[in-house]
Nanobody
């Protein structure tokens, strides 16, 4: 069983930056895709960014240019660096993982392991 733990959420003002971390408790995470999702109150969970097992990164249109994802395979860690935050970025942010690269990586149902989430609140 893989456990994933997010950290780094908080309350910030619009325009600020924030960095989220996700650590996976697995011996070798090199063959897994790790992604970030978020869920705002009253809304469906949405895809934020993905890091494929082979080193590629993909972003949602709403976060492209403002969010940067990285991963440190040796430490089973994924980082989501967020800048230029907007109130609409508010929500609970989750990291998720799945072996290899799912055909539809933007769908949460494709992922096997999830963290408990970390709250990000952006005030206007």
């Amino acid at each position: 069983q893989v456990q994933m733990v997010e950290s780094g959420g908080g309350l910030v003002q619009a325009g600020d930056s924030l960095s989220l971390s996700c650590v996976a408790s697995v011996g070798s995470f090199g063959s897994y895709t790790i992604s970030w999702f978020r869920q705002a109150p009253g809304k469906e969970r949405e895809f934020v960014a993905a890091a494929s097992f082979d080193g590629g990164f993909t972003y949602a249109e709403s976060t492209k240019g403002r969010f940067t994802m990285s991963r440190e395979k040796g430490e089973n860690t994924a980082i989501l660096q967020m800048s230029g935050l907007k109130p609409e970025d508010t929500g609970v942010y989750y990291c998720a993982s799945v072996f290899a690269w799912p055909s539809d990586f933007t769908r949460g149902s494709r992922y096997t392991y999830w963290g408990q989430g970390t709250q990000v609140t952006v005030s206007s």
